[in-house]
């Protein structure tokens, strides 16, 4: 992981590639910060209180990874070699080689979206599109089902109890 003050010449260079690879490792840093500031919260390890909720870390972890993954992809067009970080390599393979991460990060990118759309004048048009909506995101998590994945509502079956379990990927719909 490169250090940010590392970039600064390669964004003031003549040099588009070299202004390229600068803003790569810009977010490839600020990404890398992130995830290991929310594992250390998913293992009670942070010495502070995060003001925003997991969900908008998780929201703002995709979409940095979905951006890199982009930069990626120009990269490869446009011929600039990029270093890309030991760490972060494993992210990107976890990403674009897990049929399973890809499913629930796509159920995390819909519920983006639909509380964007919620932010609109209600009509019935809107309303459609969050049900619509809503349908891509169980639908992606009956791709999850096909993939073997461990249901996260064990309860849900027994009608002998009143739990009513959050979703499993923090999701707002």
Sequence with gaps: MKDLKETVALMNSADYKERFIAEY?????????????????????LDFTPTCSRKIYDV?????LSYLLILLERAVAEKVEIDIDEKMKKYI?????????MSKQTRINIDSIITYVKTMQPCREV?????KLQEAVMWMGMNLKRLNEKDPYPNSRNTNNDIIEPTADRLNF
């Design 60 to 64: 703002q972890l995709s979409a940095m």
């Design 25 to 45: 490792h810009q977010v490839e840093t600020r990404f890398l910060k992130l995830k290991a500031m929310t594992e250390k919260w998913d293992n009670n390890e």
């Design 93 to 101: 393979f976890d990403y674009t080689g897990n049929q399973v991460i």
């Design 127 to 131: 309303s459609i599109v969050i049900t």
